[in-house]
C-alpha cells in the first residue's frame, strides 16, 4: 500500500537528548513537510522540502534540523534547543503540481520529553 | 494577523442532521486554495475536500460540501446527515500563490455528533 510511515507512535525523551522522528513515504512525492501540533491547536510547519538536498524553513524551525538525502525519507531531528518540544509530530507529503493537490498525512509520533 | 479563522472551537449535532463548520481566511493573493482536513482521535489527517479560488462552483464530495463566499472570504464545510464517526477536529487550510505549496491551518473546530 502507498502512503506515509512516521516512526516510533510514542517516543518519551529526556531532557537535554536530541531525538530524530523518522518519516518515510513511497507516493512517489516530491515534497515532504513536517507539522507540531499543540493541545487545542491547528497545526504548524516546522520544515519542508520540494526536492532531494534542499529544505526551507517553516514558521517555527528554530530547536529543530531536517535532512533529505533520499526523496522518501525526511527526517526530523528535534534538538535540546527547542525549550518545549512535547508536541504531537505530523509529517506530509505532496506532489508538486498546482491546484487541489492535498497533504497526505501519516499516523504521527507524540512525542514526550520528561 | 490570522490567516485562517476558525470561530467555533466546539461544535453538536445531531445524528442524520446537517452542521456548517465556520472558515474566514485573509489573503491578498488572487490565487489560491482552500482545503478542509478532518482529524479523528487517533491523529492523522484525512482530506475532507478543496476548492480553488477560480472555482466557481463551490466543490462538493459525498456528504461534504463547501460553501465558497470569494467576496466575504469564507469556505465554509457542510456536512450533510451527520453520523457518529463524523466526531472529530475539523480544520480549514490555505495555501497561496507563491507560497511554496505550504499549508496555513486554523485552529480547528471539534464537532461532536450526538444521537
Known amino acids: 500500500d502507498g502512503g506515509i510511515t512516521q516512526s516510533p507512535k510514542y517516543l518519551f525523551r529526556k531532557e537535554g537528548q536530541n531525538v530524530t522522528l523518522s518519516c518515510e513515504q513511497n507516493?512517489?512525492?516530491?515534497?515532504m513537510y513536517w507539522y507540531r501540533q499543540d493541545p487545542g491547536q491547528g497545526l504548524r510547519l516546522i520544515y519542508y522540502?520540494?526536492?532531494?538536498?534542499?529544505?526551507q524553513k517553516g514558521d517555527i524551525a528554530e530547536g529543530y534540523s531536517v535532512s533529505r538525502e533520499k526523496k522518501e525519507s525526511f527526517p526530523l531531528t528535534v534538538t535540546s534547543a527547542q525549550k518545549n518540544p512535547t508536541a504531537f509530530y505530523l509529517c506530509?507529503?505532496?506532489?508538486?503540481?498546482?491546484?487541489?493537490?492535498?497533504?497526505?498525512f501519516g499516523p504521527g509520533t507524540r512525542l514526550t520529553v520528561l | 494577523a490570522q490567516k485562517i479563522t476558525q470561530t467555533q472551537p466546539g461544535m453538536f449535532v445531531q445524528e442524520k442532521e446537517a452542521v456548517t463548520l465556520d472558515c474566514t481566511y485573509d489573503?491578498?493573493?488572487?490565487?489560491?486554495?482552500l482545503f478542509w482536513y478532518k482529524q479523528p482521535s487517533s491523529g492523522e489527517m484525512i482530506f475532507l475536500i478543496y476548492q480553488g479560488s477560480y472555482d466557481e462552483q463551490n466543490a462538493t464530495e459525498g456528504r461534504y460540501s463547501l460553501n465558497f463566499q470569494k467576496a466575504r472570504k469564507s469556505a465554509n464545510l457542510v456536512i450533510s446527515a451527520s453520523q457518529l464517526g463524523d466526531s472529530a477536529m475539523y480544520f480549514c487550510a490555505m495555501r497561496e500563490l507563491g507560497s511554496n505549496y505550504k499549508l496555513t491551518f486554523g485552529k480547528g473546530t471539534l464537532l461532536t455528533v450526538n444521537p
Open positions: 489573503t491578498s493573493d488572487q490565487s489560491y486554495g
Open positions: 506530509a507529503s505532496s506532489i508538486l503540481l498546482a491546484g487541489g493537490n492535498e497533504q497526505f
Open positions: 522540502s520540494q526536492i532531494v538536498n534542499d529544505f
Open positions: 507516493l512517489n512525492h516530491d515534497a
